[in-house]
């Protein structure tokens, strides 16, 4: 059976970012991509000059009334990413709850981006947003170690933090819960990051269980844009495809970013030269070159169950 993503994220005319760094991927494996684009860039922000436009809650009301008058609002998923504004991201928990209603069974994917390394780079009163509408109305959430810790007003310096402040996100809604990237120290060494994962599932007989994983991943010594965008959408994909294996998607979605980031780097250092760090433009991630291992990832990063 068909299903239908309705994905409101940016939009840049040059590169992989936002609703391009997610809707190739996801038509690839199989998924129909309704596309709102929350901004219109020339380019992402990490160039030197970008020039565009913003959408205001007001003009996400419109397209989105478009969309409900030809009774084409049928979605299985929504999935956001970056925002800057308040109204608009309280617009976007309308058209969820909206969307819910209709369809008890729609998965909400959100990336709550806030910050990482102890700073927030979007506006503070977005946090109470996130934290009070939007995380309660989602099913998946992928914040890294400092947006998981500021969601949860909970430290994490250790694997049983983690899996405590996992825990506190569940509460809070949403039933798969991946930490992209943490400061735990990796068993593999420190060229590698920590991320974890949390599953809850309600048995038949009404009772719950959680699965929770944890995966290394190697470090590359780059700075690249529109990889959040592409671990949400892969996750969205292979949870997707596996929904009671955690597991399993996690090592999917690692592996297709392993292939997309190491694809990206050796092509960027090429253009580069030797000795010459890549430019921005040089890092743009080799989406349509990955195509085949979008489709089918080799897998690179096994996944340990832990407790």
């Known amino acids: 059976m068909e299903c239908r993503v309705l994905s409101i994220q940016s939009h840049v005319v040059r590169g992989y970012v936002g609703n391009k760094s997610a809707s190739f991927p996801l038509q690839v494996l199989g998924f129909e991509v309704d596309s709102i684009n929350s901004v219109q860039f020339s380019n992402h922000t990490g160039y030197s000059h970008w020039k565009g436009q913003v959408l205001t ?21 929504v999935l956001t990413g970056y925002t800057r504004d308040t109204s608009f991201l309280e617009m976007v928990v309308d058209i969820v709850q909206e969307l819910k209603r209709a369809n008890p069974n729609l998965v909400y994917v959100c990336d709550p981006v806030l910050g990482d390394h102890g700073s927030m780079y979007v506006p503070q009163n977005l946090y109470p947003v996130y934290k009070n509408k939007v995380v309660p109305v989602a099913d998946i959430i992928t914040p890294n170690q400092f947006e998981a810790e500021l969601l949860t007003g909970k430290n994490i310096s250790s694997q049983k933090d983690a899996v405590e402040v996992m825990d506190l996100l569940h509460a809070m809604g949403p039933d798969t819960v991946v930490i992209t990237s943490s400061d735990l120290p990796p068993r593999l060494g420190d060229r590698f990051l920590v991320s974890l994962g949390s ?44 929904p009671n294996d955690l597991k399993t998607a996690c090592e999917k979605t690692f592996s297709v970013m392993h292939h997309v980031i190491q694809r990206t780097i050796s092509y960027a250092h090429e253009l580069a030269g030797p000795g010459r760090r890549p430019s921005p433009p040089q890092l743009e991630l080799r989406m349509v070159q990955s195509k085949a291992d979008i489709e089918d990832p080799a897998i690179v990063t096994e996944a340990t169950i832990i407790s």
């Open 57 to 77: 809650a007001d003009e996400l009301h419109v397209l989105y009334e478009g969309i409900k008058l030809n009774n084409v609002h049928q979605y299985d998923y």
């Open 199 to 242: 599953q809850r599932h309600v048995r038949p007989d009404g009772s719950r269980t959680t699965q929770r994983v944890r995966i290394e991943v190697p470090k590359v010594d780059a700075v690249f844009v529109g990889t959040g965008d592409l671990f949400a959408a892969m996750l969205l994909a292979w949870t997707h495809h596996y």
